[in-house]
């Protein structure tokens, strides 16, 4: 079965931190790779897209790598801001399986000022 | 430049009744997904579908649930006879050509409440 994890559930940090969220999965053919941020009661954002042959993105103060050999992801996120509390999400699209992407279950994330 | 648009934001309907989710996707594209989340679950997929023609309807349930995306309009993902295990915020994304290749971008959400 072709899974997306992501860990921690949750993170609380202060304000100004450097900070990792992971995300594996279990089959390297994949598509592309993308990181969403959702917001409470909101929709999905597009943060980064990383395709199948590209190592890492780069959007201001976030980073996204991406290691296919051993199914993983960091997002990184630079001097964390209250403002970037929010629940980030994970998704692939696995070659196999068309065009839908495959969600982890999140991990939520608290900037503390 | 409008993003995706998806109406109504909240929708409420008894068990038994129909519940009908629009989606606008952005301008110039022609690709349109829809997802659901259950609460405490994660987005899971459910059709994908391009102007007039489903190309993967693989997570969809078998009965009670159907999409379109016609010629001219929204996209529209339409539940018959809903029951209480409908209840979840329904997401539609579009994407522009190249599929794998494109960002899916995400309208705000459906959450529909059953009765």
């Known amino acids: 079965k072709q899974e997306v994890t992501q860990i921690p559930a949750a993170l609380s940090v202060p304000e100004g931190e450097n900070l990792v969220l992971n995300c594996s999965f279990t089959?390297?053919?994949?598509?592309?790779l993308q990181w969403f941020r959702q917001d409470p009661g909101k929709g999905l954002t597009s943060l980064l897209l990383?395709?199948?042959?590209?190592r890492e993105q780069t959007s201001g103060r976030l980073n996204a790598s991406l290691d296919k050999s051993s199914g993983r992801s960091t997002l990184y996120i630079a001097a964390s801001q209250p403002g970037d509390s929010a629940t980030y999400l994970c998704?692939?699209?696995?070659?196999?399986?068309?065009?839908?992407?495959?969600f982890g279950k999140g991990t939520s994330l608290l900037v503390t000022p | 430049n409008a993003g995706v648009m998806q109406n109504p934001r909240h929708l409420v309907r008894r068990r038994g009744q129909e519940a009908r989710l629009r989606c606008s996707p952005m301008?110039?594209?022609?690709?349109v997904y829809w997802y659901r989340q259950l609460p405490e679950e994660g987005l899971k997929f459910m059709v994908y579908?391009?102007?007039?023609?489903?190309?993967?309807e693989s997570g969809m349930p078998k009965e009670r649930f159907s999409a379109e995306f016609p010629k001219e309009g929204p996209s529209i993902l339409r539940i018959q006879q809903v029951v209480r295990g409908d209840s979840a915020a329904y997401f539609c994304?579009?994407?522009?050509?190249?599929?794998?290749?494109?960002?899916?971008?995400f309208g705000d959400g459906t959450r529909l409440s059953i009765l």
């Open positions: 089959d390297s053919a994949i598509y592309n």
């Open positions: 579908l391009q102007k007039e023609n489903i190309i993967d």
């Open positions: 301008k110039g594209h022609s690709h």
């Open positions: 994304a579009s994407s522009g050509p190249g599929q794998g290749n494109q960002p899916q971008h």
């Open positions: 990383i395709q199948s042959s590209q």
């Open positions: 998704a692939v699209i696995y070659s196999n399986s068309g065009y839908a992407l495959n």
